[in-house]
């Protein structure tokens, strides 16, 4: 474990093992379940040692404007990985379709969006009308992301479902 986790100012392992056990005496004051519920403090800690590396990587007005990157941080934290991988789907799926709005709309909605239903895609606001696998295999048509990304995403996106 890095030293830098575990500073006086930031002992997060005591951090998150305190915050774990007020969930927990949460839960069992409202005699709910509290076995599995919580994926364990030192697989959080991976999680948190690789975050700075990771944040680093974008842009940060970006990450300024992350809300489910935070959400999924915030989960994270508080062991609920199911939960803090639907956010980081979340984002990415955000982040794909602020892509697809910057390159080209029109093109892409004509690559991606048959028959009549084309006609009520027009702007960046109908992207959210688009079902997440159709976004994924129309950013694929439109060269913007790998065939690789497109495989992992579709993937992810399966697994999810």
């Given at each position: 474990m890095s030293t830098e986790l575990q500073t006086q100012e930031n002992n997060y392992p005591a951090q998150l093992t305190n915050f774990e056990k007020g969930l927990v005496t949460f839960l069992e004051n409202h005699n709910l379940p509290t076995t599995g519920i919580f994926v364990g403090v030192e697989e959080r800690l991976r999680v948190f040692s690789n975050v700075d590396y990771v944040i680093k990587q974008l842009d940060p007005e970006m990450t300024?404007?992350?809300?489910?990157?935070?959400?999924?941080?915030?989960?994270?934290?508080?062991?609920?990985?199911?939960?803090s991988l639907n956010y980081l789907w979340d984002e990415t799926i955000l982040q794909l379709r602020k892509r697809v709005a910057q390159f080209d709309l029109e093109y892409f909605y004509d690559n991606t969006v048959g028959g009549d239903k084309r006609k009520s895609f027009r702007s960046e606001e109908d992207l959210v009308k688009l079902p997440d696998s159709d976004l994924i295999n129309g950013a694929k048509e439109i060269e913007l992301i790998s065939d690789v990304g497109h495989r992992h995403l579709v993937h992810i996106n399966y697994m999810r479902n």
């Open positions: 300024t404007k992350s809300v489910y990157l935070a959400k999924f941080l915030a989960a994270s934290a508080s062991g609920l990985f199911d939960a």
